[in-house]
């Protein structure tokens, strides 16, 4: 049974760091597009960055870029997203996902099964 676990959120200053991970069970994330998606409670889900099987071409929000970066590692399963200068605005849920049928990511692609997603808090 394919599943994803995200873990490392946690509580924040404005300015620090985190690392989010994206731990696969039953499939090889190698062979998958992963992407990283949040939601505050008052906004909708929003792309965050994604990473194509293919390549490992990536894609980011412009409301994240330069500040946060996606990588694979094969032999742990595992998607990471790394969160540097954190601001508030970052707080929310974020989940990842698997999109199956693309071999190139797209922040909008068809992710088909989802983690239970990891809080972080960007609070002073």
């Known amino acids: 049974q394919l599943r994803l676990v995200e873990s490392g959120g946690g509580l924040v200053q404005p300015g620090g760091s985190l690392r989010l991970s994206c731990a696969g069970s039953?499939?090889?994330?190698?062979?998958?597009?992963i992407g990283w998606f949040r939601q505050a409670p008052w906004k909708g889900r929003e792309g965050v960055s994604c990473?194509?099987?293919?390549?490992?071409?990536?894609l980011y929000a412009d409301s994240v870029k330069g500040r946060f970066t996606i990588s694979r590692d094969s032999a742990k399963n595992t998607v990471y997203l790394q969160m540097n200068s954190l601001k508030p605005e970052d707080t929310g849920v974020y989940y990842c996902?698997?999109?199956?049928?693309?071999?190139?990511?797209?922040?909008?692609?068809?992710?088909?099964?989802w983690g239970q997603g990891t809080q972080v808090t960007v609070s002073s």
């Open positions: 990473i194509s099987t293919v390549g490992g071409n990536t």
């Open positions: 039953g499939f090889t994330v190698d062979y998958y597009t």
């Open positions: 996902a698997e999109d199956r049928a693309s071999l190139v990511c797209r922040l909008n692609g068809n992710y088909d099964s």
